[in-house]
């Protein structure tokens, strides 16, 4: 059975930062592309940044270039992301979602597990 489980939500201020974590079992971790997405109340699920199956591709939404990386460790089977210069808009419940042999693809169409999400909320 696969599970993932994310970590490190909470509340923080503007500008602040957070790092997230997703543990993964139950599936090859090396296999996967990780990637995250996110969604506010209201709003559709969008995709915040991902991490091809062989670590060497890194892709990210335009909103969290240069302020969110995204980072995994194989021997842990754990992927990371690193929010930093937050701000309220990143207000969502964060997923962290795997895709077989993937390359960072933005679609939530291609990940075919999913974790249930770690509340982040950044404050004014």
């Known amino acids: 059975q696969v599970q993932l489980v994310e970590s490190g939500g909470g509340l923080v201020q503007a500008g602040g930062s957070l790092r997230l974590s997703c543990a993964a079992s139950?599936?090859?971790?090396?296999?996967?592309?990780m990637g995250w997405f996110r969604q506010a109340p209201g709003k559709e699920r969008e995709f915040v940044a991902a991490?091809?199956?062989?670590?060497?591709?890194?892709n990210y939404a335009d909103s969290v270039k240069g302020r969110f990386t995204i980072s995994r460790d194989n021997s842990k089977n754990t992927v990371s992301l690193q929010m930093s210069s937050l701000k309220p808009e990143d207000t969502a419940l964060y997923f962290c979602?795997?895709?077989?042999?993937?390359?960072?693809?933005?679609?939530?169409?291609?990940?075919?597990?999913w974790g249930q999400g770690t509340q982040v909320t950044v404050s004014s």
């Open positions: 979602a795997a895709d077989y042999y993937g390359l960072g693809s933005p679609l939530i169409h291609e990940y075919r597990y």
């Open positions: 139950g599936l090859t971790f090396s296999f996967y592309a």
């Open positions: 991490i091809s199956w062989g670590a060497k591709r890194t």
